[in-house]
């Protein structure tokens, strides 16, 4: 799976309050470059 898709997806699970922002190791990874 293509980590953008990944990403996305996590993103959309957080603003849709499905996962906390804190368990989304992928977008944690994208914000701390």
Request: net charge positive; hydrophobic share 50%.
């Amino acid at each position: 799976v293509c980590d953008a898709v990944l990403r996305r997806k996590q993103l959309s699970l957080v603003l849709a309050g499905k996962m906390k922002a804190k368990d989304a190791t992928e977008l944690k990874a994208l914000f701390e470059d």
